[in-house]
């Protein structure tokens, strides 16, 4: 009995033709689809250099724009610094030593 069985199932996996699937192709760009989505591109960078306050030698990076956001860095006064853009009192730096995106208060920045 068993064997009868297995043999049906050969028959029905060997016997069998693959069923075509009707593939859908994607319509060629055009002069308009490639260009409502623009490629992404770095934000232009300006410079700005750390100013002393405060009598510190240093100023703080923050993770975010907020005093009590972590301090990702610390920059030496005379520092120049990249500008990707601001929040208010607020400017998004870049740190030199790792090239992370962080914030620095105006009020330590001048230029």
Request: proline residues 9%.
């Amino acid at each position: 009995m068993p064997s009868r069985y297995v043999f049906v199932l050969a028959a029905v996996v060997c016997c069998t033709r693959p069923v075509p699937v009707e593939r859908q192709s994607e319509p060629a760009p055009t002069a308009d689809s490639t260009m409502a989505t623009p490629p992404q591109t770095a934000p232009k960078a300006a410079t700005i250099t750390v100013a002393a306050r405060k009598g510190r030698s240093y100023a703080n990076i923050r993770l975010f724009a907020d005093d009590q956001s972590a301090v990702i860095a610390k920059v030496p006064v005379g520092t120049t610094l990249k500008t990707f853009g601001r929040d208010g009192e607020w400017y998004q730096v870049q740190v030199p030593a790792t090239g992370a995106l962080g914030w620095m208060r105006s009020i330590y920045l001048e230029g």
